[in-house]
């Protein structure tokens, strides 16, 4: 069986502030749990509740990552490796990092139970002041109250202390949905926080498209790491993608941001320019990462996820890396590579999402070839980014059961040869429907993700 490589189902929970808890830093498919009533509401009774950010629905997630058995969720991740690998090998690469995080657990037991917390995003927030065209608010925001919640602000304090810093919390992140710093009186809040505990990493994930007081900039300088939501340097694309929002404004704020961090010497600061790679800003990635290293900035480039409940999306305003000409997808590489070649040269830092490059090379094959398999090898060297035809690939069939092969499309012809004894190969024939097609062979229709 074969697996996707996330562990962020085992170190990070994401709590919107309307209590939805996710286990991941995409969306939930299903209820993973509400903070507000399974924590607040028991704890202001007295009662003490069972873990939660262990419930049983994630213990099922990171099961179905341990078995092979993903949740939709997990199978349509756009943000971690499209590269399948075994489960043996994904387990000895889980207790690495249970090494690392210093977690206790019993080798060979099931680790789907472990608990390794440490990074919690707390939304203070569901609100937003920007309409970003490929955001749930750009749609959903005057429609939906819940995109209106703000966190109780009689429990925020009391929560941080009770819940995160006596969780063992490591890093706290406080732009989990919305912008957190329309939050009011978060400057006051995160402040005292970060001063009292200033061995908790206090993260920023922001558009910086607001007038800050001089207090609330020496916040931001003071955190531990800011991140800046930036795809262009073009003031009139940056408006047309995030709606309502200022660059000129954006680059002030960084600027007296720069000028507090170099004035007060604030040596564990970091700032990293975080940029969406889409249809739209990939011919910019040249120079918003010129502009990030020039200010010793880190830069980071992440996949655009699709959002059914977005302006972009609704209106077919958004492309995918994976969905561009071969052409623009060749630009990109070559973007990105010159990109890692400059930050490696100059000593600066670039992280690119995991899978955006596999996506620009357009690596039809969805696994590496990983055992003496002599037609999965044989196919790979043949073929070893796969074709639109025929690719190495891992489809479930209708009970839910991995398979993994050369899948082909009807009618393709494929040739291999190879030396070594061969007794048996198996050739199934899996259904795949699409959602809201009637199925025959099982006489009924078919729901979403169901194959």
């Given amino acids: 069986m074969l697996t996707k490589i996330c562990f962020q189902p085992w170190y990070l929970r994401m709590i919107h502030a309307g209590g939805m808890i996710c286990p991941c830093c995409a969306m939930g498919d299903t209820d993973y749990g509400d903070f507000l009533l399974d924590y607040l509401e028991p704890k202001k009774r007295g009662i003490v509740t069972p873990d939660i950010l262990n419930n049983p629905a ?9 078995t092979g058995r993903l949740h939709p969720m997990c199978r349509k991740c756009a943000l971690v490796p499209q590269e399948m690998i075994p489960i043996g090998e994904f387990k000895c690469m889980l ?24 990074e919690i995003g707390l939304g203070v927030t569901n609100r937003c002041n920007l309409r970003c065209i490929y955001c749930n608010q750009s749609v959903l925001a005057d429609k939906n ?6 966190f109780p602000k009689d429990e925020i304090a009391s929560c ?35 001063r009292k505990h200033p061995e908790i990493e206090l993260i920023l994930v922001t558009n910086l498209c607001k007038k800050y007081t001089e207090e609330e900039i020496e916040l931001l300088a003071e955190h531990d790491h800011l991140c800046i939501s930036l795809e262009t340097l073009d003031a009139e694309k940056f408006a047309k993608i995030r709606v309502n929002g200022d660059l000129e404004l954006l680059l002030k704020n960084l600027e007296m941001i720069r000028k507090v961090i170099d004035r007060k010497h604030y040596g564990r600061s970091r700032i990293t320019i975080s940029s969406v790679i889409c249809n739209l800003t990939w011919q910019d990635i040249p120079q918003v990462s010129a502009f990030a290293f020039r200010y010793g900035y880190e830069y980071r480039v992440n996949n655009l996820e699709k959002r059914k409940n977005s302006i972009g999306v609704q209106e077919g305003l ?13 630009q990109i590489r070559e973007h990105l590579q010159n990109a890692q070649n400059y930050a490696k040269e100059h000593g600066n830092i670039m992280s690119v999402d995991a899978g955006l490059m596999e996506r620009a090379n357009r690596n039809y094959n969805l696994f590496q070839v990983y055992d003496n398999n002599p037609i999965y090898r044989a196919f790979s060297l ?18 839910g059961q991995q398979h993994s092969g050369i899948k082909m499309k009807c009618g393709t012809e494929l040739e291999l040869a ?26 009924q229709k078919v729901f979403l993700d169901y194959k």
């Fill in 318 to 330: 958004l492309q995918q890396v994976e969905e561009l000409s071969e052409e623009e997808r060749g």
């Fill in 160 to 194: 941080l202390e009770g819940f995160i810093v006596r969780g063992g919390v490591k890093r706290l992140e406080t732009g989990a949905f919305g912008e957190a710093t329309i939050y009011p009186g978060w400057s006051k809040v995160f402040g005292a926080f970060h």
């Fill in 418 to 443: 190879w030396q070594e004894p061969f007794n048996t190969f198996v050739v199934r024939e899996i259904f795949i429907y699409k959602r809201g097609a009637f199925a025959p062979k099982y006489g």
């Fill in 382 to 399: 043949k073929y070893p980014f796969g074709t639109a035809d025929m690719q190495l690939s891992v489809e479930y069939d209708h009970l």
């Fill in 95 to 118: 207790e690495e990092k249970f090494e690392e995080w210093g977690v206790l657990y019993e080798k060979g037991t099931d680790y789907a139970e472990v608990n390794a917390v440490c």
């Fill in 145 to 150: 109250p819940y995109f209106k919640v703000d």
């Fill in 58 to 66: 994630i213990v099922d997630l990171k099961r179905g990552l341990l």
